[in-house]
């Protein structure tokens, strides 16, 4: 049964750091190696948004809102995925949760942020 299980959430002030981590199970390293990961965000009242993706090449892609601030990196061998969040704001408070493509409607619970002014 493939899981993903999102951690490292916290409430921190303004400008502070977070990192999150996504760890995948029941995956094939093959599979999770093979294909992208993204991170996304869910802030109460609002639609899911994504916020990173790092491709089975490395190659990374950010939302605008977090450029020059979030990096998404991969360890295929222990099949988990990260999100460094430096110079947090109050409007990255979010859910945040992790997707794997090859497995594009499975879910993990999240793990929530909270960045107060």
């Known amino acids: 049964q493939v899981r993903l299980v999102e951690s490292g959430g916290g409430l921190v002030q303004a400008g502070e750091s977070l990192r999150l981590s996504c760890r995948t199970s029941g995956i094939i390293l093959s599979v999770f190696w093979g294909n992208a990961m993204d991170w996304y965000r869910q802030a109460p009242g609002q639609q899911r948004e994504l916020v990173a993706t790092?491709?089975?090449?490395?190659?990374?892609n950010y939302a605008e809102s977090v450029k020059g601030r979030f990096a998404i990196s991969r360890d295929n061998a222990k099949r988990t995925v990260y999100l460094q969040m430096n110079a947090l704001k109050p409007e990255d408070t979010a859910l945040y949760y992790c997707?794997?493509?090859?497995?594009?409607?499975?879910w993990g619970q999240g793990t929530q942020v909270t960045v107060s002014s």
């Open positions: 790092i491709e089975s090449s490395g190659d990374t």
């Open positions: 997707n794997h493509r090859s497995y594009k409607n499975l």
